[in-house]
C-alpha cells in the first residue's frame, strides 16, 4: 500500500523567504508516480507536478522546484521569494493500485 | 470552460434526506474519481470509474451510489444522510485507465448535514 507523509503539519514564513515542504513516500511498486497538488484557501486542488519513479531529475519552475530522491523516499517542493499568494496547503500524493493517496497537507502561510 | 465541474457547489440538507452530486468532465477522459476531504482537510478516494465500469470501491457504506452514464459523467448518490456525511466531496478525472496520469480535480461541493 502507498503511504505518503508530510511531517510539517503548519508552516509560516515572511514574504520573499525561501520555504520547503517536505514530503516522504512508501511504495513497493518499482513504478510509481508522485504529484503535488496546491489548495488555496476558495478550495479547490490545482495540479502542480508529476513525477514519476524513472525520472530524478529535479524541476524548476518558475519560484517552483522540486527534488526527488529515490535514496531517501523524498520528494520535496522548494518555494522561492514566496508570495502572499502561495499561502495555500499543499498535498503531496502518490499513485499505486489504482489510486492516488495523498498525504495530510502542509498548510503554508506567508506573512506579508 | 471548466474541465471538471461538479453541481452543487454547496448543499445543505437535513439528517436522513437523500441527495445527489453532479460531476461532468469535457476533457476527453477515461477515468472519473469521487475523493473525499473531512473538516481535518484529509483527501480519501471513494470510487473510480473506467469508461464507465467500476474500479474501486474504497469501502464507501452502500448510502452512497455512484452512477456512470457515459463517460463524461459520474454522479454521486447519497441516500439517509447522516452527520458524518459533512464534507467537501471532489470528483476528478484522468486520462487512460488509472494508471498515475494526472488527475483534474473539480472546484469541489460542500455538502453541509444539519
Known amino acids: 500500500a502507498q503511504k505518503v507523509t508530510q511531517a510539517q503539519t503548519e508552516i509560516s514564513v515572511v514574504e520573499k523567504e525561501d520555504v520547503t515542504l517536505d514530503c516522504v513516500y512508501e511504495?513497493?511498486?518499482?513504478?510509481?508516480?508522485l504529484f503535488w497538488y496546491k489548495q488555496p484557501p476558495s478550495g479547490e486542488l490545482v495540479f502542480l507536478i508529476r513525477r514519476n519513479s524513472f525520472d530524478e531529475q529535479n524541476e524548476i519552475s518558475g519560484r517552483y522546484s522540486w527534488n526527488f530522491q529515490k535514496s531517501t523516499s523524498s520528494f520535496n517542493f522548494t518555494i522561492t521569494a514566496s508570495q502572499v499568494v502561495d499561502s495555500a496547503v499543499y498535498f503531496c500524493?502518490?499513485?499505486?493500485?489504482?489510486?492516488?493517496?495523498f498525504g495530510t497537507g502542509t498548510r503554508l502561510t506567508i506573512i506579508p | 470552460d471548466t474541465a471538471v465541474s461538479q453541481t452543487p457547489k454547496y448543499l445543505v440538507t437535513q439528517m436522513g434526506n437523500d441527495k445527489s452530486i453532479k460531476c461532468e468532465q469535457n476533457?476527453?477522459?477515461?477515468?472519473m474519481y469521487w475523493y473525499k476531504q473531512d473538516s481535518k482537510k484529509f483527501l480519501k478516494i471513494m470510487f473510480s470509474y473506467n469508461n464507465k465500469e467500476l474500479i474501486i470501491n474504497e469501502t464507501v457504506p452502500n448510502r452512497f451510489s455512484p452512477k456512470s452514464p457515459d463517460k463524461a459523467h459520474l454522479n454521486l448518490h447519497i441516500n439517509s444522510l447522516e452527520l458524518g456525511d459533512s464534507a467537501v466531496y471532489f470528483c476528478?478525472?484522468?486520462?487512460?485507465?488509472?494508471?498515475?496520469?494526472?488527475?483534474?480535480f473539480g472546484e469541489g461541493s460542500w455538502l453541509t448535514v444539519v
Open positions: 511504495t513497493r511498486d518499482t513504478t510509481y508516480y
Open positions: 476533457l476527453g477522459h477515461d477515468t
Open positions: 476528478a478525472s484522468s486520462h487512460g485507465p488509472p494508471k498515475g496520469n494526472t488527475i483534474y
Open positions: 500524493a502518490s499513485f499505486g493500485n489504482e489510486k492516488l493517496t
